[in-house]
């Protein structure tokens, strides 16, 4: 099956930890994204990726950090600097910038 | 900068009537719009998109109207069914920028 797998599906951090979302396609997508839900909010996108060892900072990207070391992979990590991390994170990749983005079924992010 | 939001938080249908989402955006260099459907946990779902050189696109049972002189679009499901009960976004992208701004989403309930 193609797509982009998230993983894992739920996950709960400790205060102080930092914690990696996992982020894999096999669409050869060259642009990944990601983004974060708050309930009764739209998307907020956090991190992008338009090519290999290249990402630009979204609207949110204070206390999150990404590496885009391969084309299939763009991990997300969420530091101890960010202050209220519960939220659902998706990914997503596309094609190219006006194509359509195509998402992930997301981890849902939890505080222990 | 973009604003993109959706007239009503929740569309009350019956099965079998036509559905109609409303959208509205604030920047008229907006040239490219993407209808989502997003289910209870999972992850955001293409629909259609549309760019502002038309005026309308049709899919299978939906049908995306753009209307750039008021600066709305919509989003129309035919025949509407109970599996199409979900919260749909709408995004936009302006003419040079790399990103989506996503609304806040509009439940729809279809009853039987």
């Known amino acids: 099956d193609g797509g982009i797998t998230q993983s894992p599906k739920y996950l709960f951090r400790k205060e102080g930890q930092n914690v990696t979302l996992s982020c894999e396609q096999n669409?050869?997508?060259?642009?990944m994204y990601w983004y974060r839900q708050d309930p009764g909010q739209g998307l907020r996108l956090i991190y992008y990726?338009?090519?290999?060892?290249?990402?630009q900072k979204g609207d949110i990207a204070e206390g999150y950090s990404v590496s885009r070391e391969k084309k299939e992979s763009f991990p997300l990590t969420v530091t101890s600097a960010q202050k209220n991390p519960t939220a659902f994170y998706l990914c997503a990749g596309a094609g190219g910038i006006r194509q359509p983005q195509h998402f992930g079924d997301g981890t849902r992010l939890s505080i222990l | 900068g973009e604003s993109v939001g959706l007239h009503l938080p929740t569309l009350s249908v019956q099965e079998g009537d036509n559905s109609i989402i409303n959208c509205a955006y604030s920047n008229s260099a907006s040239d490219y719009f993407i209808w989502y459907k997003q289910e209870s946990g999972k992850g955001p779902q293409f629909i259609i998109d549309i760019r502002s050189n038309m005026d309308k696109r049709q899919g299978q049972r939906v049908t995306v109207l753009l209307n750039k002189t008021v600066k709305h679009l919509s989003l129309q499901i035919a025949a509407t069914q109970p599996g199409d009960s979900a919260v749909y976004f709408c995004?936009?992208?302006?003419?040079?920028?790399?990103?989506?701004?996503f609304g806040t989403g509009t439940r729809l309930l279809v009853s039987p």
């Open positions: 995004a936009g992208m302006n003419t040079g920028f790399q990103k989506l701004v």
């Open positions: 669409l050869n997508h060259d642009a």
């Open positions: 990726s338009q090519i290999v060892n290249d990402f």
